[in-house]
T-cell receptor, first 112, second 111 residues
């Protein structure tokens, strides 16, 4: 039972580098989400996808892009990484008509 | 922006003590979830409450949704070290497609 799988688990980047965070879910959920979690600030929504083929901005979208590749996969891209984007990134999915979200174990990203 | 305020932000207690953490908002939510997050892992759902005044129990944990569906509380009886973690509340709306998360309460239970 994999649930939500995120890769990589850890990454260190230099300022200005680009990278894509991958997320896949095997629960046939329609909605998928990307959050960042900073110390003492809980979870802040970056982007979400209510269904395959749609994406919407969340609370803190600047500096990020997303792609809903298919129903299973939702990727998050940093085009030009900045130190302010150092954080733990969580992907989550949710079934239509059901509120609880299922989270992956996170990607710990450090930008120097 | 709809805000969920959690209190206290940090709580450190001895094993066996009781505690209550709160989740408050000025907005009405269709449902509210409580999650627990352990270090190095993602949040894991504990409970969903949807009806104003609803009370749900999960072993030593009691969750209550306010009558007006704007606030919630989590009460833990006889806390154990295994209860240590970050407790997050999240509120959702039926047609919104997304939830609002509080900043969490970090609970430490000392043996």
């Amino acid at each position: 039972n994999a649930g939500v799988t995120q890769t990589p688990k850890f990454q260190v980047l230099k300022t200005g580098q680009s990278m894509t965070l991958q997320c896949a879910q095997d629960m046939n959920h329609n909605s998928m989400y990307w959050y960042r979690q900073d110390p003492g600030m809980g979870l802040r929504l970056i982007y979400y996808s209510a269904s395959e083929g749609t994406t919407d901005k969340g609370e803190v979208p600047n500096g990020y892009n997303v792609s809903r590749l298919n129903k299973r996969e939702f990727s998050l891209r940093l085009e030009s990484a900045a130190p302010s984007q150092t954080s733990v990134y969580f992907c989550a999915s949710r079934d239509r008509g059901s509120w609880p979200q299922h989270f992956g174990d996170g990607t710990r990203l450090s930008i120097l | 922006t709809q805000l969920l305020e959690q209190s206290p932000q940090f709580l450190s207690i001895q094993e066996g003590e009781n505690l209550t953490v709160y989740c408050n908002s000025s907005s009405v939510f269709s449902s509210l979830q409580w999650y627990r997050q352990e270090p190095g892992e993602g949040p894991v759902l504990l409970v969903t409450v949807v009806t104003g005044g609803e009370v749900k129990k999960l072993k030593r944990l009691t969750f209550q949704f306010g009558d007006a569906r704007k606030d919630s509380s989590l009460h833990i009886t006889a806390a154990q070290p295994g209860d240590t973690g970050l407790y997050l509340c999240a509120g959702g709306h039926t047609n919104a497609g997304k939830s609002t998360f509080g900043d969490g309460t970090t609970l430490t239970v000392k043996p």
